[in-house]
């Protein structure tokens, strides 16, 4: 691998700030994030993302590629859940392994946030579209994990809330404001959207730093309690979502030749959500284990996923391509 692509991406403000915010915690630092502006600065950041896809997709013509793009990334999301479960089920309890296998299957809003801030690095565009099928890969996962959790656990009086699963899915915070902004940047006047561009564009490097401070802070805290769950948790966490990302970066230019969409793909596909996926869990199968799957996604994927995953994805691409 282009070791000169490693070092730039460690060597990204955003992602010494991360390290920062472990650091912190392991020096026993008093230093925080308030909840309140933490959930500005997220939702500032979906917003952002996609509204400038909408804006992106504005100018796109609609075609078989994107149309097969869809399906591709819809197709992601249902095939990673089958057979991570199978895998997870040979150590876990049915309980967690449909929960992780679903946050594996999922997407994280924030691990996308950070591979725009690599394209733009590497001076390539985000397509709007992409924007759409990050969004929409969302909830599939969600439905398969349940569904399956529900298929192999012998305790009958644990059933899947069909009817809140379902809500769940359409109306998940993130979900909905990322396909709001980006509806709303499709069909904003593009002379009116300029007048927010300082906001949504010249901010975001900036806002992205300090969120991703607060996501090290949270990542060190949760970290402490994980390494009692020994070793299974920790090599699935790291080497999985690696295996998903150059899979899926190969198999992307089925539909794609172009290298921010195949990037993209990769990454959507190596990211776990840690945000949607414990919010249906804690409705839906309160057996599951949060302290096992919320650190396996965030504070062992996301940095892996940040370090090395995304120049790896990227470097595989080119020479595939």
């Known amino acids: 691998m282009n070791l000169n692509l490693l070092f730039e991406n460690l060597s990204n403000p955003a992602l010494l700030f991360f390290a920062l915010g472990i650091i912190a915690v392991y020096l026993k630092s008093d230093l925080e994030i308030p909840s309140g502006s933490s959930k500005f600065i997220s939702l500032y950041l979906l917003f952002s993302i996609g509204f400038k896809g909408g804006q992106e997709l504005s100018h796109e013509t609609f075609s078989v590629e994107i149309l097969w793009s869809i399906l591709f990334g819809i197709s992601i999301a249902l095939l990673i859940p089958l057979y991570t479960f199978f895998i997870l089920k040979r150590k876990l309890n049915i309980w967690d392994a449909g929960a992780i296998a679903a946050a594996y299957g999922s997407v994280s809003a924030v691990t996308f946030v950070t591979a725009v801030s690599f394209l733009d690095s590497n001076h390539l ?99 402490k309690s994980f390494f009692s769950f020994g070793w299974f948790p920790i090599l699935f966490a790291i080497f999985i979502p690696l295996l998903n990302g150059c899979l899926f970066a190969l198999l992307s230019q089925l539909v794609t030749d172009d290298i921010s969409n195949r990037f993209i793909f990769a990454v959507l596909a190596a990211s776990a959500s840690y945000i949607a996926v414990p919010a249906a869990m804690k409705i839906n199968v309160p057996k599951a284990n949060p302290g096992l799957f919320l650190p396996m996604a965030l504070a062992v994927t996301f940095p892996i996923n940040i370090t090395i995953g995304m120049p790896l994805y990227f470097y595989v691409i080119q020479v595939c391509s």
């Open 125 to 223: 565009p985000l397509h709007g579209h992409m924007v759409a099928i990050m969004a929409l890969m969302e909830s599939p996962a969600i439905i398969i994990g349940l569904v399956l959790i529900n298929l192999f656990q012998r305790n009958e009086s644990t059933k899947i809330n069909k009817s809140s699963l379902i809500k769940h899915s359409f109306s998940n915070g993130s979900v909905l404001l990322i396909l709001g902004s980006l509806v709303i940047g499709f069909l904003a006047n593009a002379k009116q959207a300029e007048g927010i561009k300082p906001f949504t564009n010249d901010l975001f490097k900036g806002f992205l730093a300090i969120f991703l401070l607060d996501m090290g802070i949270t990542s060190g805290k949760k970290l």
